[in-house]
């Protein structure tokens, strides 16, 4: 049987260390399951918004802007998060990372993310004559952002 | 008092305050399980502000037993909070981030993660 659990010394330093199944902590090969010498992702709050539509008549301009902003329980300081947009059409596409690709009209072209305090504020701008349903998702850790 | 420890069996379970660990506690209640595999380690994070332009930019971070995910966006300056991804790839010690053209994408705050899973 493969040992997984060491309390002790590993990589030079004192810890409880987990490996994954198949993998022998002593001398692993994958990515440790538990390694108290790393913080750990710690979820504090997550939500999803729906973005409704818009259609305008210019092509191939930035037209679509939606601002909105997600409250949470604050923390005092800016904490780490991730994001995504699911586009409600051909799918269900998710679309992360945001804003450096434009892969055609309709997707996200820019989008603005900023945390004030206890919010998250947004902003889309899109590229095309008219946008499907968006939903914004997010998820927001406890750990500091750096 | 809850007791929210257990190592029976070649599984360890740590629960959250208030529950006792167990294998029949949901997971919604448990701080880590040995049956997951992973549990969202963050090996090192951090904010490096890079200058206009550059061709590519290494990032240092402990060295790992294999190669590990990374994230770095970019938060321009130019335009206040946007945030870009950022191309790049990951060694088992360094995040090497490529070349940008384009100034609105290239300069600000790079915030980067590096996750302890495998790629």
New interface residues.
């Given amino acids: 049987m493969t040992n997984r659990l060491r309390i002790g010394h590993l990589f030079g330093q004192p810890g409880v260390y987990i490996s994954q199944p198949g993998d022998d902590v002593n001398n692993p090969t994958q990515a440790l399951a538990l390694d108290t010498r790393y913080e750990t992702m710690d979820i504090h709050h997550y939500g999803r918004r729906r973005y409704n539509k818009e259609v305008i008549s210019s092509i191939n301009t930035t037209f679509y802007t939606s601002f909105g902003a997600e409250q949470f329980p604050a923390l005092g300081y800016e904490p780490m998060f991730m994001f995504t947009t699911i586009r409600l059409a051909s799918g269900n596409w998710a679309s992360y990372p945001l804003g450096i690709y434009n892969p055609g009209p309709g997707f996200t072209q820019n989008f603005e993310f900023e945390i004030r305090g206890n919010a998250i504020w947004t902003t889309f701008d899109m590229l095309g004559t008219s946008t499907p349903d968006y939903d914004f998702v997010y998820v927001i850790f406890r750990n500091r952002l750096v | 008092m809850a007791n929210r420890l257990s190592?029976t069996g070649?599984r360890?379970i740590i629960s959250k305050p208030g529950y006792n660990a167990e294998a029949s506690l949901p997971d919604a209640f448990k701080v880590?399980d040995?049956?997951?595999?992973?549990?969202?380690?963050?090996?090192a994070?951090?904010?490096v502000d890079i200058p206009n332009n550059y061709t590519t930019y290494t990032i240092n971070f402990p060295p790992?037993?294999?190669v590990?995910y990374a994230e770095v966006?970019c938060r321009t300056t130019l335009?206040?909070?946007?945030?870009?991804?950022?191309p790049g790839y990951c060694t088992n010690s360094q995040i090497i981030l490529g070349s940008v053209t384009g100034s609105l994408?290239a300069r600000g705050l790079h915030?980067w993660?590096v996750y302890?899973?495998?790629q």
């Fill in positions: 190592v070649g360890v880590f040995s049956a997951w595999g992973i549990s969202g380690l963050i090996v994070k951090g904010v790992q037993h294999y590990p966006i335009t206040g909070t946007k945030i870009f991804s950022v994408q915030y993660t302890g899973l495998s």
